[in-house]
């Protein structure tokens, strides 16, 4: 023993503790690259976000030096890969256990934030110094140029100042110094480009010196401003340390807040109607959608734009006056729903008035109902005047939990707290709802008496509401107000589309006069107002009604309207004169309007307007329909009573012959009616019934419809088998026969100018052993046709059904392709050596020119025809032109100039000059006078083929697809008609057919060469060396100029030269490693272009200085380039 006792000390675990406070600072353990946060670097808590009275997210500031600043960083992502961003922080956020491991309480913040901020202030000042000494010390300035020149030319290759610095002083002496001294000192070319030389270094210097100060500048702000968010940070800091504080009086105020609802405080309750109350037994209903006052309105009274919230008085007006205005609001008698003015923007002209107005038509009030008895209620809470449903849809609060991704918001995010946040707010919104029902409910007893008050039952508690309220969700669909006929219905827009789609000649139309009269349906009645007028014309006559149905008709392929007006004139020395006529309405020109202009009625029913006008989702657009609608609505309604005796004896004629299937008699008989009233131009049902003519063609066309047409399909069948063509569709024609749509045959079609359309319609009759045809014709096969009723579809029917031609008619596009295959033999007539054919043209053009200028109104000057060959066809979307070979004012100068009679040439002479009052140089203009050939587009044929003496004719110039630089350059017809097919090719919607008889057999145009154009012709072959640059293994563009090394931005040319040209020809003024260089021959010089622009479509000519950076002519030997723009 040695006595000797060993201790040993107990080991101690030391732990620092501190309590999370806002304004505190921390120090990041760790870089954290995603965030940009830097190791050491010290931050502010702005806010702790607290779930369950636990702590869940840490909010950050990001450092001074970083926020709001666009920065570019790296980080790496969890898989491991390194990503580069721009990002500007605000803000870091930082789930609560992610933290404690991040970061440690900063103790010395304050020390670092003062070492910060007094380093920009010394770099402030150290900079502020630098500008100073430059100022103030030339010496100093003078090293600072030194420098950026030294820099500057070790960065270039050579020194371009060739010149020494003694002689540049020399010669800056000699350039600022008097005239005299100059001329004494001997003036020579050297002399001059040493002081251009000195003038030019001088100024360099100056301008180093002004960026060196600009820039200098440009640091001590940025400086300066560095030391700003450091004091913002101080005011955040203060902010943040009373966050708690802060929350706990917004929680007190917002349940005082709920307690003045609850009292009454600021709210306002009118009574619209008193009476009785409703019975104890029914529950208290709460509506979820809000209601607007406009759209509920209309279905009672015809509202205008005018209408807003200083117009209210009429709703409380119509709720007095129409109980179903009640009902119609209302789903219950014991009910509460949200409502506003209107969802519409009304157009007050003032700006600050339309906004403080717009606020007013969007406040929501509350509507109550008890019984008899109806309530407004105005809540003074802001979150109350915006609120577009009375509780939450279903959805919306799984919404706020809902990432922009769609990705769901769990606890374990950053932004949890904030979705919370709106997630409470939202709550208060509906709960503050409540808490005024059940002060209302409680002081004015505004529900009536539906529960037992001596129960003490919470009005707010979720029993109370299980067993006392009821709530519809019809907002978000799932309630009981739901539309059942919303997925079978279609929409308005297709509604109105698809009833317009039957307007044809004989339709009936319900027209709103003033929305379909306008300067372009009716010049008749309506003018283009010139003041700054509300609709941008005014009308000429006065309606004799506002709204009326007419019948429409057929007039130059367009469908017009008449409608019933009324005209006054005025006079000073005689009474008023007034003029009943009916105004021609062209339906075919309207477009659109604010409101619906016309209904076509072949299809429409009453009970389908009254769809619309009743369904609330719709009845949003009720500005544009519903006023048409409702009128409507109620003259066919009858017009169906009135013909319900003739409908029953319809009926029972088919049931008295048991025709067809009993069920499907009444629709047999409706359609009956639609198809027989379409081809007797909307006459009465009882004129049809009435005259026994009529009576059996409506037995005959029932019998087709009801029966018989159906019996027949089996012959008719057979029929086509043996015809060869495949049947469409079987219908009853208006004349009360079968017709039959086939399909074409292939050899029957006709592609040229567009995809064949028509199919063939075959009128049948029906005979014991079968059917026979009667007539054929072609036809469209529309996608509706009241006019025609469908008996049977055949599937193949889908590839014709809806079809439309830019030509009005099949026998219009053969027309026109006919027209165009004249134009050869006139084209003969052109050419010089025909001296028989231009006689010809020469006499024509004389009795065109007395047309046009002796019996045709000429505006007082002389008219010259338009001579127009036509030879081809242009389509373009929707429409088609001839396309035409000719001129519009200089025919008679190249007839002229191109007869050799001598005689006729002075009568043409003659005829011309003679119209003129000023004879002097007319007759050497017709003979010297410049004149070419064109080409030109209009749907207008020539009244005097070849010429046109309308002087109003329009055309205009086709599409080449090229600037006018470029066609300037395609001087024959075979490169311009070339480019027109190129371009047309081009589109989806284009297409071109020229003449066939135009076409030699090789595929060669002909056109040049009937028109007997030898410099058309006299073109040399060329070559195209086109050039392609490929980028550098950089990226870097490949090409540099030789003479100075600067880049060439172009890659791709074509040069046109001589056959045999060397190909290194195309690049001699430029540096290119990697390029490649392609030959094609062409026999002319417009064959070489035309491949250029196809090659290259938006090619430009070169030209010196056109482009940048290209300073150097063509290279000797290459004719013309063409640059890739």
């Not at 919470?458 to 006392?468: A, G, H, R, V």
């Not at 529309?782 to 889908?798: A, G, I, R, Y």
């Amino acid at each position: 023993m040695t006595g000797i006792v060993r201790i040993e000390q107990p080991v101690e675990r030391i732990e620092r503790f501190h309590s999370l406070q806002g304004g505190q600072y921390w120090r990041a353990n760790e870089a954290i690259a995603e965030e940009n946060i830097a190791a050491s670097e010290v931050l502010l808590i702005e806010s702790l976000r607290w779930v369950d009275n636990k702590l869940h997210t840490v909010i950050l500031r990001t450092h001074p030096s970083k926020h709001g600043q666009h920065i570019r960083f790296e980080y790496t992502d969890e898989s491991g890969r390194t990503c580069g961003t721009t990002r500007s922080f605000t803000q870091h956020r930082f789930l609560f256990d992610d933290f404690v491991n991040k970061f440690t309480f900063a103790a010395d913040s304050k020390e670092v934030r003062e070492s910060e901020v007094q380093a920009c202030q010394q770099l402030a000042q150290k900079l502020t110094v630098e500008l100073s000494e430059a100022m103030t010390n030339p010496e100093r300035m003078k090293e600072i140029i030194a420098e950026r020149l030294e820099k500057e030319q070790t960065e270039k290759s050579e020194n371009k100042l060739n010149t020494l610095p003694a002689t540049i002083d020399q010669y800056t002496n000699l350039a600022t110094g008097p005239l005299e001294n100059a001329l004494t000192s001997g003036v020579n070319e050297e002399s001059i480009k040493g002081m251009m030389e000195a003038a030019r270094h001088g100024h360099k210097l100056a301008v180093i010196q002004s960026e060196w100060l600009q820039g200098k500048n440009n640091e001590i702000t940025r400086a300066v401003q560095a030391v700003v968010p450091y004091y913002q940070e101080m005011a955040a800091a203060q902010l943040a340390a009373f966050e708690e504080s802060r929350e706990n009086v917004e929680s007190l105020m917002k349940g005082i807040a709920s307690l003045d609802l609850f009292i009454g405080k600021d709210v306002v309750v009118n009574t619209i109607i008193k009476g009785n109350s409703a019975p104890s037994d029914i529950p208290l209903t709460f509506v979820q959608k809000k209601l607007l006052m406009d759209e509920e309105l209309a279905v009672y009274l015809d509202l205008g734009d005018w209408f807003d919230f200083t117009k209210a008085d009429l709703f409380d007006q119509a709720l007095q006056k129409h109980p179903g205005l009640i009902e119609q609001i209302f789903p219950t008698q014991r009910c509460v729903l949200v409502m506003a003015v209107t969802r519409r923007h009304v157009n007050y002209q003032d700006p600050w008035e339309a906004a403080a107005k717009d606020f007013q038509n969007r406040c929501v009030f509350l509507l109550v109902r008890d019984g008899e008895n109806i309530y407004q209620v105005c809540s003074p809470v802001e979150s109350h005047l915006g609120a577009h449903t009375l509780f939450p849809e279903r959805d919306e609060q799984d919404a706020l939990f809902r990432g922009f991704d769609g990705s769901r918001i769990t606890f374990r995010d950053v932004a949890y707290t904030d979705r919370l946040r709106a997630h409470e707010k939202m709550a208060l919104h509906y709960k503050r709802f409540l808490i005024l029902c059940c002060g209302l409910d409680q002081r004015e007893r505004l529900f009536g008496e539906f529960y037992d008050r001596s129960s003490n039952i919470n009005f707010i508690s979720m029993d109370f509401q299980e067993k006392y309220c009821r709530f519809i969700h019809d907002a978000d669909g799932t309630g009981l107000l739901s539309d059942p006929e919303a997925d079978t219905r279609p929409s308005l827009e297709s509604y109105i589309k698809q009833a317009n789609q039957h307007l044809r000649s004989g339709s009936r139309v319900f027209c709103e006069w003033r929305q379909v009269v306008n300067p372009v349906t009716a010049p008749g009645a309506a003018k283009d107002d010139s003041g700054n007028g509300y609709r941008g014309h005014s009308f000429t006559v006065d309606f004799v009604k506002s709204r009326s149905t007419s019948v429409a008709y057929q007039k130059n392929e367009e469908i017009y309207v008449d409608v019933p007006v009324v005209q006054h004139t005025y006079s000073r020395n005689a009474k008023s004169d007034k003029r009943e006529f009916n105004a021609k309405v062209c339906l075919s020109k309207f477009r659109t309007s604010d409101s619906l202009g016309y209904l076509c009625l072949d299809t429409v029913k009453s009970a389908d307007l009254e769809y619309y006008i009743h369904n609330r989702r719709i009845r949003a657009n009720h500005l544009y329909y519903i006023r048409l609608f409702k009128e409507l609505a109620a003259l066919l309604k009858l017009e169906e009573t009135h013909e319900e005796q003739y409908r029953s004896k319809m009926l029972a004629a088919l049931n008295a012959g048991n025709i067809g299937d009993e069920n499907d008699r009444v629709a047999a008989v409706d359609k009956t009616i639609q198809t027989w009233r379409c081809a007797n131009r909307g006459a009465s049902l009882q004129s049809g019934l009435e005259d026994e003519k009529q009576w059996k063609a409506l037995l005959a066309m029932m019998d087709l419809i009801a029966w018989r047409g159906h019996a027949s399909i089996p012959q008719i069948e057979c029929y086509c088998e043996q015809l060869g063509n495949s049947p469409l569709r079987l219908v009853v024609m208006p004349n009360g026969k079968l017709g039959l749509y086939v399909a074409p045959r292939a050899e029957e079609r006709n592609d040229a100018a567009e995809k064949h359309k028509w199919a063939i319609r075959v009128v049948l009759s029906l005979t014991r052993t079968g059917v026979k045809e009667v007539s054929r014709s072609w036809a469209l096969v529309n996608e509706l046709s009241v006019s025609e009723c469908t008996l049977k579809e055949w599937p193949l029917v889908d590839e014709w059904k809806g079809l439309k031609s830019v030509f009005e008619s099949y026998d219009r596009k053969l027309k026109a392709l006919a027209d165009i295959e004249l134009g050869r033999e006139t084209l003969k007539r052109l050419n010089p050596s025909n001296q028989e054919g231009l006689s010809e043209l020469a006499e024509l053009w004389i009795n065109a020119f007395e047309e046009m200028n002796f019996y045709r109104p000429t505006g007082g000057i002389v008219q010259k025809p338009v001579m127009m060959i036509p030879i081809g066809l242009i389509v373009d979307r929707e429409e088609w032109s001839y396309l035409y070979l000719g001129t519009r004012g200089s025919a008679v100068e190249y007839i002229y100039q191109n007869l050799n009679d001598k005689a006729l040439k002075a009568r043409v002479a003659h005829r011309l000059i003679s119209n003129y009052e000023v004879k002097e140089g007319k007759l050497d203009n017709l003979a010297n006078k410049k004149t070419s050939l064109g080409l030109f587009c209009t749907k207008q044929r020539p009244d005097m083929a070849p010429f046109s003496a309308d002087r109003n004719i329009e055309t205009y110039g086709p599409d080449f697809g090229v600037n006018h630089a470029v066609l300037t350059h395609m001087v024959s017809f075979k490169s311009q008609i070339a480019l027109i097919q190129q371009e047309a090719d081009r589109g989806l919607h284009r297409r071109f057919t020229i003449a066939s008889n135009l076409v030699s057999s090789a595929g060669e145009l002909l056109i040049d060469q009937l028109l007997g154009d030898a410099a058309r012709d006299a073109d040399e072959p060329v070559d195209i060396l086109e050039v392609v640059i490929n980028p550098a293994p950089t990226g870097e563009p490949g090409a540099k100029l030789k003479k100075n090394g600067e880049t060439f931005w172009h890659k791709h040319w074509c040069d046109l030269c001589k056959p045999g040209t060397e190909e290194s020809l195309a690049l001699s003024h430029i540096h290119a490693p990697d390029h490649v260089i392609t030959r094609t021959s062409f026999s002319s010089k417009e064959d070489a272009i035309l491949f250029v622009l196809k090659t290259m479509p938006q090619a430009r000519k070169y030209e010196k200085d056109f482009f940048r950076d290209n300073d150097f002519d063509v290279p000797d030997g290459i004719i013309e380039r063409w640059i890739d723009r």
